[in-house]
């Protein structure tokens, strides 16, 4: 018996592991679009929605619980669904824009969202990215959606009812509905949105129904109108019913458009067309798994897996495509910074202060013919707007700091995407870098100081100063490194080159960290380097300290070398999480979300600290870079509705992950080194664009192997703390020796570190 029972339990040891593998190849089911979804405005798990959607699609759909208007679309801990959403909303601090919804209601007529909400269970509910079901239990509804880039297709199962039906809520703030019985058609638009658009701007939809209705009637916020067709309002909507059978399905497919209704009706004819719903689910996962796929991970921790994909899957979410095809089959976009419909490609949805620092790497690294059309849209932004947006949604909007465009231009080329106008993108990033744009966000607020002083000064009213100069100076170095490939003249390249050690500038040697300083030169008194916000934003100076990604050496030395920098490095993690809010009045999300995570002044739920573990590498101690990385992979990140420790922010916070689970991270954007870490995960391969794999080897990888003892490049020992990103291409294989011990002899000479600026000359 004894012999029987390891015989059948090394059986179904083998078979789960077979199952793993055979899962392994099918990524999308991996994925959790719940994930960060159980979240309130004074506390992020993520700050996401369950998007169901194609990647980079034009519109995505997400079941809405939040009313009208409100940010948080969709949170987990809801009891009621008000309706299917379409949106564009990149976060819900930017909230959204051309958004409307159906619902499905039964019995009694009701529209207003609040009366037509649903009850529905997260047992009753399957959320993946290319298909979406729920139950509503207040009108015995199932419904399923499927997507494609600019069309949806929803089949709604009603019970037996003489009145079913659908409501169309085209939302508040402008918007127009009409109902054409014969063609069992409705048509609309919503103007509603968020800012970051021209007066004009209009989201036009169509809707094809598979039933006849019986029933029809527009509303007019909560007013109905009976038997009226056609209506303009603050706030419109229609409804259509008809009579249903026990387990009937009525189909729904839905097209929009930012440019006609001619384009929405053409853009369901090319995405939908015929199709049955089953066909475009199989379309949408066969999609979702070709992206996906492009990195295969291999482990038997399923709860890894599942983190891991679910963060691939936001990374390839955003920015949106804000571009068409029309009927002759060129490209073209409704351009939201001059309201007009030119050619070419355009994309929105990304705030560049979070995404230049791993997210737009990991493009140029796994996807970049998608960056290429990216680049192509940023010169028609430049082309239109006068400036390269620094947060688009779906033009220029008016947050965060900093010229980080220069970061994601730069990256791109010198990662080696080609076959753009990189001259014109050159010209923008220039006239920015030189420049106050039309608000405080686009181009370079207190450029004159910066470029007179040297930094952007504490006490001339210009809030988040520090942050300003310290990113400022990392631009410049973007730029530069641009220039130089470009055959720039001398002179201009000298001066970029200059600027980009401002950063020293705001070095205050009192206190031995980053800081505000005055126009006269002196630093303020009373300086708390625990204090949020003020020179810094979202963030203190411990967090934005390290924020000279192209010169850690320089920075290694105005704190007085290795040890000393090291110790402050170590300190981020041993100090207690003691802040100052009195810049902004109350404890901000960010604040709350560094203090409960349990690891000191760490926050890794904002970006500017996020590559700061890293940085070991450049001071002799990779093992503490190895340590700290799978600490944060295995504490900070969850497959589950409270899975991140912060906002996601347009994938930036997941594409962390993926780069740290594969064992490297970008810490500087605009130079082809990528600063080794340790890989998660027991085997990974990287399917590149131009048909070479990378293959990343870590068999004995386990909860306490998480050091690195050597590292083989193929068959050759690789001494070095990073990888070059041309070698990448060229394929090959990465083989780690793991081991439960730190090897501390590895990486510890300076041959070994990573590039800076101070040790490139």
Same mark, same amino acid.
């Given at each position: 018996?004894?012999?029987?029972?390891?015989?059948?339990?090394?059986?179904?040891?083998?078979?789960?592991?077979?199952?793993?593998?055979?899962?392994?190849?099918?990524?999308?089911?991996?994925?959790?679009?719940?994930?960060?979804?159980?979240?309130?405005?004074?506390?992020?798990?993520?700050?996401?929605?369950?998007?169901?959607?194609?990647?980079?699609?034009?519109?995505?759909?997400?079941?809405?619980?939040?009313?009208?208007?409100?940010?948080?679309?969709?949170?987990?801990?809801?009891?009621?669904?008000?309706?299917?959403?379409?949106?564009?909303?990149?976060?819900?601090?930017?909230?959204?824009?051309?958004?409307?919804?159906?619902?499905?209601?039964?019995?009694?007529?009701?529209?207003?969202?609040?009366?037509?909400?649903?009850?529905?269970?997260?047992?009753?509910?399957?959320?993946?990215?290319?298909?979406?079901?729920?139950?509503?239990?207040?009108?015995?509804?199932?419904?399923?959606?499927?997507?494609?880039?600019?069309?949806?297709?929803?089949?709604?199962?009603?019970?037996?009812?003489?009145?079913?039906?659908?409501?169309?809520?085209?939302?508040?703030?402008?918007?127009?509905?009409?109902?054409?019985?014969?063609?069992?058609?409705?048509?609309?638009?919503?103007?509603?949105?968020?800012?970051?658009?021209?007066?004009?701007?209009?989201?036009?939809?169509?809707?094809?129904?598979?039933?006849?209705?019986?029933?029809?009637?527009?509303?007019?916020?909560?007013?109905?109108?009976?038997?009226?067709?056609?209506?303009?309002?603050?706030?419109?909507?229609?409804?259509?019913?008809?009579?249903?059978?026990?387990?009937?399905?009525?189909?729904?497919?839905?097209?929009?458009?930012?440019?006609?209704?001619?384009?929405?009706?053409?853009?369901?004819?090319?995405?939908?067309?015929?199709?049955?719903?089953?066909?475009?689910?199989?379309?949408?996962?066969?999609?979702?798994?070709?992206?996906?796929?492009?990195?295969?991970?291999?482990?038997?921790?399923?709860?890894?897996?599942?983190?891991?994909?679910?963060?691939?899957?936001?990374?390839?979410?955003?920015?949106?495509?804000?571009?068409?095809?029309?009927?002759?089959?060129?490209?073209?976009?409704?351009?939201?910074?001059?309201?007009?419909?030119?050619?070419?490609?355009?994309?929105?949805?990304?705030?560049?202060?979070?995404?230049?620092?791993?997210?737009?790497?990991?493009?140029?690294?796994?996807?970049?013919?998608?960056?290429?059309?990216?680049?192509?849209?940023?010169?028609?932004?430049?082309?239109?707007?006068?400036?390269?947006?620094?947060?688009?949604?779906?033009?220029?909007?008016?947050?965060?700091?900093?010229?980080?465009?220069?970061?994601?231009?730069?990256?791109?080329?010198?990662?080696?995407?080609?076959?753009? *106008? /990189?001259?014109? $993108?050159?010209?923008?990033?220039?006239?920015?870098? #030189?420049?106050?744009?039309?608000? +405080?966000? &686009?181009?370079?607020?207190?450029?004159?100081?910066?470029?007179?002083?040297?930094?952007?000064?504490?006490?001339?009213?210009?809030?988040?100063?520090?942050?300003?100069?310290?990113?400022?100076?990392?631009?410049?170095?973007?730029?530069?490194?641009?220039?130089?490939?470009?055959?720039?003249?001398?002179?201009?390249?000298?001066?970029?080159?200059?600027?980009?050690?401002?950063?020293?500038?705001?070095?205050?040697?009192?206190?031995?960290?980053?800081?505000?300083?005055?126009?006269?030169?002196?630093?303020?008194?009373?300086?708390?380097?625990?204090?949020?916000?003020?020179?810094?934003?979202?963030?203190?100076?411990?967090?934005?300290?390290?924020?000279?990604?192209? *010169? /850690?050496?320089? $920075?290694?030395?105005?704190?007085?070398?290795?040890? #000393?920098?090291?110790?402050?490095? +170590?300190? &981020?993690?041993?100090?207690?999480?003691?802040?100052?809010?009195?810049?902004?009045?109350?404890?901000?999300?960010?604040?709350?979300?560094?203090?409960?995570?349990?690891?000191?002044?760490?926050?890794?739920?904002?970006?500017?600290?996020?590559?700061?573990?890293?940085?070991?590498?450049?001071?002799?101690?990779?093992?503490?870079?190895?340590?700290?990385?799978?600490?944060?992979?295995?504490?900070?990140?969850?497959?589950?509705?409270?899975?991140?420790?912060?906002?996601?922010?347009?994938?930036?916070?997941?594409?962390?992950?993926?780069?740290?689970?594969?064992?490297?991270?970008?810490?500087?954007?605009?130079?082809?080194?990528?600063?080794?870490?340790?890989?998660?995960?027991?085997?990974?391969?990287?399917?590149?664009?131009?048909?070479?794999?990378?293959?990343?080897?870590?068999?004995?990888?386990?909860?306490?192997?998480?050091?690195?003892?050597?590292?083989?490049?193929?068959?050759?020992?690789?001494?070095?703390?990073?990888?070059?990103?041309?070698?990448?291409?060229?394929?090959?294989?990465?083989?780690?020796?793991?081991?439960?011990?730190?090897?501390?002899?590895?990486?510890?000479?300076?041959?070994?570190?990573?590039?800076?600026?101070?040790?490139?000359?």
């Amino acid at each position: 018996m004894k012999i029987k029972s390891l015989i059948f339990l090394g059986i179904v040891q083998s078979c789960l592991f077979l199952n793993a593998q055979v899962k392994s190849v099918d990524p999308v089911e991996y994925v959790n679009p719940l994930m960060g979804t159980q979240s309130l405005h004074n506390l992020s798990n993520g700050n996401t929605y369950p998007a169901i959607c194609r990647p980079w699609g034009m519109n995505f759909w997400t079941p809405q619980t939040g009313k009208m208007g409100d940010g948080w679309a969709y949170t987990y801990t809801a009891e009621k669904i008000r309706g299917f959403k379409q949106t564009h909303q990149p976060s819900p601090w930017m909230n959204d824009y051309g958004q409307f919804s159906i619902m499905p209601v039964t019995g009694k007529l009701v529209f207003a969202e609040d009366e037509r909400a649903s009850w529905f269970s997260h047992k009753a509910e399957v959320s993946k990215p290319y298909y979406y079901s729920v139950y509503l239990a207040d009108h015995d509804v199932t419904t399923e959606i499927t997507t494609t880039e600019r069309a949806a297709h929803f089949q709604i199962t009603f019970p037996e009812n003489e009145h079913s039906y659908i409501v169309v809520d085209a939302f508040n703030k402008g918007s127009y509905i009409k109902i054409i019985p014969s063609e069992n058609k409705i048509i609309g638009y919503t103007t509603r949105n968020s800012g970051g658009v021209p007066d004009n701007f209009k989201n036009y939809f169509v809707l094809y129904f598979d039933k006849p209705f019986t029933a029809n009637s527009t509303f007019n916020d909560k007013t109905l109108e009976k038997g009226k067709l056609e209506l303009t309002a603050g706030h419109a909507g229609a409804v259509v019913g008809f009579k249903t059978k026990k387990g009937e399905k009525v189909n729904v497919k839905i097209a929009s458009s930012f440019i006609s209704f001619e384009q929405a009706e053409l853009n369901l004819k090319n995405e939908l067309g015929n199709a049955s719903f089953e066909e475009t689910v199989s379309q949408s996962k066969t999609e979702w798994n070709k992206v996906l796929g492009k990195i295969a991970v291999e482990d038997t921790n399923e709860d890894q897996l599942k983190t891991f994909y679910s963060c691939l899957y936001r990374t390839v979410c955003f920015p949106q495509k804000q571009y068409e095809i029309n009927k002759d089959g060129d490209i073209v976009h409704y351009s939201p910074y001059n309201g007009k419909v030119l050619p070419g490609y355009m994309f929105a949805g990304t705030g560049f202060w979070d995404t230049f620092r791993a997210l737009y790497p990991l493009l140029n690294l796994v996807y970049p013919s998608i960056n290429k059309e990216m680049q192509e849209g940023l010169i028609n932004d430049y082309k239109e707007g006068g400036f390269l947006p620094e947060w688009s949604s779906p033009g220029f909007r008016n947050v965060m700091v900093g010229n980080n465009s220069a970061s994601v231009v730069s990256d791109a080329y010198m990662k080696g995407l080609r076959g753009y *106008d /990189i001259n014109t $993108l050159y010209e923008a990033l220039l006239h920015g870098a #030189n420049n106050e744009g039309p608000m +405080d966000a &686009v181009g370079r607020k207190g450029v004159q100081y910066y470029n007179t002083l040297g930094y952007v000064p504490y006490d001339v009213k210009i809030n988040e100063n520090a942050a300003r100069t310290l990113e400022y100076a990392y631009d410049d170095f973007a730029i530069w490194k641009l220039a130089k490939a470009l055959n720039r003249p001398k002179k201009e390249i000298n001066l970029l080159e200059k600027r980009m050690m401002n950063y020293k500038n705001l070095y205050n040697p009192s206190v031995g960290l980053m800081s505000g300083r005055n126009k006269d030169g002196s630093f303020p008194a009373n300086f708390n380097p625990f204090k949020w916000g003020d020179a810094f934003t979202e963030g203190n100076s411990w967090h934005y300290s390290w924020s000279v990604f192209h *010169d /850690i050496q320089g $920075l290694i030395d105005l704190m007085d070398g290795e040890k #000393n920098f090291t110790a402050k490095l +170590d300190d &981020v993690f041993t100090m207690p999480p003691v802040f100052d809010d009195s810049y902004y009045g109350a404890v901000i999300h960010e604040i709350r979300e560094m203090q409960i995570m349990n690891m000191g002044q760490y926050a890794h739920g904002n970006q500017p600290i996020q590559h700061m573990i890293y940085l070991y590498n450049y001071a002799g101690e990779p093992w503490k870079t190895q340590y700290w990385s799978r600490e944060v992979m295995n504490r900070l990140y969850k497959p589950t509705p409270d899975g991140y420790c912060g906002d996601e922010d347009n994938g930036q916070t997941s594409a962390w992950y993926i780069f740290s689970a594969m064992g490297f991270y970008p810490v500087c954007p605009a130079t082809d080194e990528y600063v080794l870490g340790a890989p998660l995960f027991k085997k990974t391969t990287l399917q590149l664009e131009n048909g070479k794999q990378l293959i990343i080897n870590a068999p004995n990888n386990s909860e306490t192997n998480k050091y690195v003892n050597e590292l083989k490049w193929d068959n050759a020992s690789h001494s070095k703390n990073y990888i070059n990103h041309f070698d990448v291409l060229k394929g090959g294989e990465l083989n780690f020796d793991m081991t439960s011990s730190p090897n501390l002899k590895r990486g510890t000479t300076k041959e070994a570190y990573p590039y800076s600026y101070s040790n490139s000359k």
